[in-house]
């Protein structure tokens, strides 16, 4: 008898293997979020410590993000190959020994090399274990229960902002490393000794029948298995790349304009979490203050995220974008303006975590409905790697900025013209798709 493991897991009702999976995941997103801007909030400290200018950090600040593209390509392969949960174990190790290692080296060069391989740990965890999740989650609460766990990844840098100035103050900038390379280290082990393996992987891979009953039971409370089950995911085989379906006709024309909105966004939002602190202290703000200031930015951001995913769910999502991005760049640009009065900087900075990183969250949402299913995850994941450029130039661009003499001003002001970009690309992307859907 055929047992069609989709459909089991999509009617499941939620049960303590969900909760675990969740639990864990948000954790994991949180560290990798904590660890990939740990070198924001220690920039000025190093700088102090090794004599070197603020502005010469700009390849330790984009090495992590340029491991981060490798870290995600290289671990999705490596997901489908040795499966989800190892795969998810050896990053984080990756990840967890790397900054623990940090504080160890005594040269600009060796700081970027480990940055670069804490940034192949970071990126080769979050997209597989979006993966994890999304494989084992109900139909009706996918959605739901995937977004509360990736929403670790904006509060890792709430905590990297709150737990910063505790941790320097402790014993200096190292342990800020120290702390970002021992959780993770936990966390690999709690993967491997709680987690199971994902069970479409398993049953795409042909494992035993008892095997897959055994764990499908443990996702649905009430399926027995039976010796006479044989186990299939029902899924159709389609031939053909599934990139050819991002091209052709107006879908051309789509994928342009989403890899565009996704390039100034990542920009944006790479620019202010990496630089926002150094900015703030070149203007004589403490570092304590600055990273309290990202900490708050950061939770404007999960605010956002979650009110305009609400008002994408009532209205076209790209007429709330336009208006958030419109928002973001005048949000931005106040920053400059605003670090004479700390009331009104600390105002003006949670105000543009609600409206750039929102639209960030947002923008991701959106994308999935702009592809058909075979190509969708072809469809965001090379979005997301053009988006990755931007994170990666942004800070260097800042960085040449600042050691040319740039104020922090004229900085945040030539920040705001991705988040214009962004408003453009989504303005013409909701006509595109009007058109399409007319047509």
Partial sequence: MKVNVTQVIDRSRVGPLHILIVAIGFLIMIMDGYDLVAMATTVPSVSGDWGIEPAEFAWALSAALVGVLFGSTGAGAMGDRIGRRWTIVIMLLICGVSMCATPLVRTMNELIAMRFVTGVGVGGCIPVTLAYTLEFMPQRVRNLLTAVMYSGAAMGTVVAGAAGPTLIGMGGWPYV?????????????????????????LVNRGCPPAVAGSLLSRVDSTFEHRPEFEYSLGEATHKGSPIRELFGGRQTAITLIVWLAFFGNQFLVFLLGLWMPTLFTQVGISIDLALYVLALYAVGGVVGGTLFGALGDRMAPTRVL?????????????????????????????????????SSLLLGTMTTGLYPTRARSTGIGWALAIGRFGSISSPLIAGALLSQGFSTQVIFAIGAIPALLCAASVFVLGRLTQLQSAG
């Fill in 177 to 201: 490393f120290y702390f970002g390379g021992l959780i993770p280290i936990v966390l690999a082990v709690l993967a491997a000794v709680l987690l199971p393996e994902s069970l479409r992987f």
């Fill in 322 to 358: 336009f208006v958030t991005y419109l928002l973001g760049a005048v949000s931005v640009f106040a920053l400059g303006l605003s670090v004479g009065s700390i009331p009104l900087l600390i105002a003006v900075a949670i105000c543009t975590g609600f409206a750039v990183l929102g």
